[in-house]
């Protein structure tokens, strides 16, 4: 089997998969990136990246994990379609399934999968994510100064996206199925106290006008006193519906890491399904998971941040880590890598 183990595979090839990619080629591991369904990650889905150091004039979302992805490959690591869909993790070498029904041996994993955004399933929300729809607000709500905008969503992530967005915004308005928010106390107080921040209770976005062009222009909200007003509608109760001027539309209905694949592993999981890491002897965060040789980075280990730099950071230090893992196993007989693709 030795001839078919690879070194090191990295599932994912958003910014976190990028960056271990591109330090782990320059350390002569060779890695296999698995590019997953959504090859370039949730990077891809933005026009401007105008928070990302080095491009003081702000850099396309696409653009950026091409030229990501050059350099990667530039360095020799090599990029393969496929989505990991199961994994057996408790001994070497470390077996992975494709989806398309290939098993991959490898020494090492780094788990660079990503969260993904939940949408809403309004009308429109595939021509316009990234073009005035929105998933993050720390991303996309300086381009909103002075514009009305609207945030989907009840929960703490609501406030907390509301909250940020009115620095910028001259009113927020927070679309909330219910007439009850699920948010912690603090964050709905500290929302609803705020003179710029309105709440649509029992009320659900339908459709989000614009183009790619034009940008979001506005919506259509539908509305009924017994909450949940798209299923009302569906079972042909009348509801009411009325479309608002918005330049913004950001949803915060929450994330779902993609780590099934790692289910039942060992590698620790919080509650809704985000990595763990560890810290070393000292306390200092790594990027290893509680396997051996399994390392996590960028989004799928971090519901706090969220961004194209941490994620950036983290994919650098998963592939240090593997780098120093894999020393640990070196045998002098061995050949260091083989390439199966
Ligand atoms: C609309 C939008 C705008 C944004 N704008 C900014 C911004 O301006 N600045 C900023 O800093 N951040 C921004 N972000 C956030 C930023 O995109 C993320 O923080 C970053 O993409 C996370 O990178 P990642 O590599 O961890 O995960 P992702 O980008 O989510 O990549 C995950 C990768 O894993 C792959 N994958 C998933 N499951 C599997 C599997 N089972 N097997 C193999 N591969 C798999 C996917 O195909 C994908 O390639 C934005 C996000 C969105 C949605």
């Known amino acids: 089997?030795?001839?078919?183990?690879?070194?090191?595979?990295?599932?994912?090839?958003?910014?976190?998969?990028?960056?271990?990619?591109?330090?782990?080629?320059?350390?002569?591991?060779?890695?296999?990136?698995?590019?997953?369904?959504?090859?370039?990650?949730?990077?891809?889905?933005?026009?401007?990246?105008?928070?990302?150091?080095?491009?003081?004039?702000?850099?396309?979302?696409?653009?950026?994990?091409?030229?990501?992805?050059?350099?990667?490959?530039?360095?020799?690591?090599?990029?393969?379609?496929?989505?990991?869909?199961?994994?057996?993790?408790?001994?070497?070498?470390?077996?992975?399934?494709?989806?398309?029904?290939d098993t991959i041996y490898t020494r090492s994993l780094i788990a660079a999968t990503g969260a993904s955004a939940r949408w809403v399933g309004a009308e429109n929300e595939d021509e316009l994510m990234g073009h005035g729809l929105s998933t993050c607000a720390t991303c996309d709500g300086a381009f909103h100064r002075g514009d009305d905008v609207l945030v989907v969503g009840g929960g703490d992530s609501a406030m907390e996206e509301a909250l940020f967005l009115v620095k910028f915004a001259d009113s927020v308005t927070i679309v909330h199925r219910r007439e009850e928010l699920s948010a912690s106390e603090i964050m709905a107080d500290r929302a609803r106290e705020h003179d710029d921040i309105h709440f649509r209770w029992n009320t659900e976005l339908e459709t989000i006008h614009g183009s790619q062009e034009t940008g979001v222009t506005g919506a259509t909200l539908v509305s009924h006193s017994d909450g949940y007003p798209r299923e009302q509608a569906e079972s042909g109760i009348d509801v009411e519906r009325e479309t608002v001027d918005v330049s913004g539309v950001f949803y915060a209905v929450g994330h779902t890491p993609n780590t099934q694949f790692l289910d039942g592993t060992g590698v620790e999981q919080d509650e809704s399904g985000y990595l763990f890491t560890q810290t070393d002897g000292a306390g200092r965060p790594t990027a290893r998971t509680a396997v051996e040789g399994v390392f996590a980075a960028g989004d799928v280990a971090d519901p706090r941040y969220r961004q194209a730099i941490t994620s950036a950071g983290t994919g650098s230090m998963a592939a240090l880590d593997a780098e120093a893992f894999l020393e640990t196993l070196q045998d002098p007989d061995e050949p260091t890598s083989t390439m199966t693709a």
Not at 26 to 50: C, S
Not at 72 to 93: K, M, N
């Open 1 to 101: 089997m030795t001839e078919d183990v690879h070194d090191l595979v990295i599932a994912g090839s958003g910014v976190a998969g990028l960056s271990a990619a591109v330090y782990a080629a320059r350390a002569d591991l060779h890695p296999l990136v698995l590019e997953g369904d959504e090859p370039g990650g949730q990077l891809t889905l933005t026009t401007d990246v105008e928070n990302y150091l080095g491009f003081p004039d702000g850099v396309g979302g696409m653009d950026f994990i091409q030229r990501g992805k050059e350099q990667a490959e530039q360095f020799g690591a090599q990029f393969q379609h496929g989505r990991i869909e199961d994994a057996v993790l408790d001994e070497q070498p470390l077996e992975l399934s494709l989806s398309n029904g």
